[in-house]
């Protein structure tokens, strides 16, 4: 993650980066790779090996790194208004031809004006839609919905919480959080310790200073429970949705246009 001296310039150590941004959500999430898994095997399932991408709020680029590993025919749109993620992306895919970035605000209704293609085969996106509350989600599911071919897909994993289940969803919680304490005590980086870290990179100081100018500190939506999401994707267009992946606190919603 360093700074390393490159002749009489410097460079920076992006994949160090990207796998420091991984180790951090993997902390949160343990089977974080479970479900890209499953988003990728649906992409191949639905849309077959060689899709065009959007990589909807992509930070890193983790499922950009994922699906062309995988694909190495797809292509790859990544969009985000995190200008630190989006220098660590850039860095990362800087010369693949495949990886085209858009910086843009899932919240200004035209940000679809600035992306380069007018329909994709998948749409995907992960850990990154729980910060809007339900109207914007929903306009955004709209949004998709125009963007997705028909045929095509959408997927969304992320936290999907059940009203109806609160002592269950209280038990997953604790047993969750006890998991990470111990976690921590091993060395894991927590959120905020990741984020001081990049403020204190000279290639990340100044993005880094830029997106707490965005953001402010890290702030959840509502979070509404899976079923919300499969009946808001059918009411924005999409013939079929549901969930193809869970785990005791997460999903992976398919919708299928």
Known sequence: ????????????????????????????MPDRE????????MVEACVGPAPRVLDLA?????ITDRLLKRFPEAVSTGVDLDP??????????AGDDRVTFVTAD????????SLPYDSYDAVLTA???????????????????QLVRDGGVFMNADHM?????????????????????RAKAGGALDWAEWWALA?????????????????????????????????????????????????PSDTLLLALK
């Open 58 to 62: 992509c930070g890193t680029g983790s």
């Open 199 to 247: 403020a204190k990179d000279p290639a990340l100081a100044a993005p880094t200073a830029k997106r707490y100018e965005i953001y402010g500190e890290h702030a959840d939506g509502d979070m509404p429970a899976a079923a919300w999401h499969a009946e808001t994707l059918r009411a924005a267009g999409f013939a079929e949705a549901r969930p193809v992946w869970a785990s």
């Open 106 to 113: 899932l919240k200004d209704p035209h940000w679809v004006r």
């Open 127 to 145: 850990t990154a839609l729980h910060w809007l509350h339900s109207e914007p989600l929903a306009a955004l599911y709209g949004q998709i919905a």
């Open 34 to 41: 479970e479900r890209f898994r499953v988003m990728l095997d």
């Open 1 to 28: 993650m360093a700074e390393t001296v490159a002749g009489a310039g410097t460079s920076t150590d992006w994949r160090g980066w990207q796998d420091s941004w991984d180790r951090q959500q993997e902390w949160y």
């Open 84 to 93: 630190a993620l989006l220098a660590i992306a850039e860095g990362t895919f």
């Open 161 to 181: 919480i059940d009203p109806t289940t609160p002592r269950i969803n209280a038990a997953e919680r604790a047993h969750r959080h006890a998991q990470m304490d």
